[in-house]
């Protein structure tokens, strides 16, 4: 695992943008996981004015979701299919038959998370995938307790996520209780992944991911065992670190 410190959002968002176009460019047909939530924003707006200038060829790409909230449809505004579209699909001209989804109404939940990961299978794996850091040290969905093998299913919230998620639901009432999420065995299994880290409030998260023990309780300790997994964070979430500190 590599980490690099960006200077600031700005600059993190930048980079994240110009990592992926640059691996997009040796793979054009590549199966990329992406996240929502704040942190990943600022990327997909860069890697939109990239596309823009020509930069980067996005008609073949096969697009994975990465997580969505249990009985939230398409036209929720609690979806995170919805935001996905607005930040990354759209402005990415990403077509609908481009995209495996994790359904949120689907079912039988329990069979759109095994079918997605035989979908993820078939394709040969992931080649990126674009993770945020969730404040208990979650991916995707992947709750603490989550070891390195768990496979795409159904989970419980933790309340931790449940009060993060308030801010993008209205209140933490309107937050589901349960949510789909890409497993902890395909996400470990990219080819490569990006992690995204902003802010001063991730810095004991990032600590405990970085330089903390590998364990199920801080389920993205597992990337210091992926080689090809880079940490991007900014020096706002960097600053507690023994890295950064020289
Ligand atoms: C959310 C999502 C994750 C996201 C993470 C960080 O709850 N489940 O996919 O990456 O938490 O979110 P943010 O970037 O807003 O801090």
Same mark, same amino acid.
């Given at each position: 695992?590599?980490?690099?410190?960006?200077?600031? @959002? &700005?600059?993190?968002?930048?980079?994240?943008?110009?990592?992926?176009?640059?691996?997009? #460019?040796?793979?054009?047909?590549?199966?990329?996981? $992406?996240?929502?939530?704040?942190?990943?924003?600022?990327?997909? %707006?860069?890697?939109?004015?990239? #596309?823009?200038?020509? *930069?980067?060829?996005?008609?073949?790409?096969?697009?994975?979701?990465?997580?969505? @909230?249990?009985?939230? /449809?398409?036209?929720?505004?609690?979806?995170?299919?919805?935001?996905? #579209?607005?930040?990354?699909?759209?402005?990415? *001209?990403?077509?609908? =038959?481009?995209?495996?989804?994790?359904?949120?109404?689907?079912?039988?939940?329990?069979?759109?998370?095994?079918?997605?990961?035989?979908?993820?299978?078939? !394709?040969?794996?992931?080649?990126?995938?674009?993770?945020?850091?969730?404040?208990? /040290? &979650?991916?995707?969905?992947? =709750?603490?307790?989550?070891? &390195?093998?768990?496979?795409?299913? $159904?989970?419980?919230? !933790?309340?931790?996520?449940?009060?993060?998620?308030?801010?993008?639901?209205?209140?933490?009432?309107?937050?589901?209780?349960?949510?789909? !999420?890409?497993?902890? +065995?395909?996400?470990?299994?990219? #080819? &490569?992944?990006?992690?995204? $880290?902003?802010? =001063?409030? +991730?810095?004991?998260?990032? +600590?405990?991911?970085?330089? /903390?023990?590998?364990?199920?309780?801080?389920?993205?300790?597992?990337?210091? %065992?992926?080689?090809?997994?880079?940490?991007?964070?900014?020096?706002?979430?960097?600053?507690?670190?023994?890295?950064?500190?020289?």
């Amino acid at each position: 695992m590599l980490l690099t410190i960006a200077d600031d @959002y &700005h600059d993190l968002s930048r980079q994240a943008a110009q990592r992926a176009a640059d691996l997009l #460019k040796v793979s054009p047909a590549a199966a990329v996981i $992406v996240a929502t939530g704040e942190t990943p924003m600022g990327m997909y %707006r860069e890697l939109a004015a990239l #596309k823009q200038r020509g *930069e980067v060829d996005t008609s073949r790409l096969r697009i994975f979701q990465l997580d969505e @909230y249990l009985g939230v /449809g398409d036209d929720d505004a609690r979806s995170l299919y919805g935001w996905m #579209k607005r930040s990354f699909l759209d402005p990415l *001209e990403i077509r609908a =038959e481009q995209v495996v989804r994790l359904r949120g109404d689907a079912s039988d939940p329990s069979e759109e998370c095994s079918a997605f990961d035989r979908a993820i299978e078939e !394709t040969g794996g992931l080649d990126l995938a674009i993770l945020g850091l969730g404040m208990n /040290g &979650h991916l995707g969905f992947n =709750e603490p307790p989550s070891d &390195h093998e768990l496979p795409s299913r $159904v989970v419980a919230l !933790t309340p931790e996520s449940i009060g993060g998620s308030a801010r993008y639901c209205g209140s933490a009432d309107a937050v589901p209780r349960r949510a789909l !999420t890409a497993g902890m +065995k395909q996400l470990m299994a990219a #080819k &490569h992944s990006l992690l995204l $880290v902003s802010g =001063e409030r +991730k810095q004991s998260i990032l +600590k405990r991911t970085l330089e /903390g023990a590998v364990s199920p309780e801080v389920p993205s300790s597992y990337l210091q %065992r992926v080689a090809d997994a880079t940490v991007l964070a900014d020096q706002d979430a960097a600053r507690a670190l023994d890295s950064a500190r020289g």
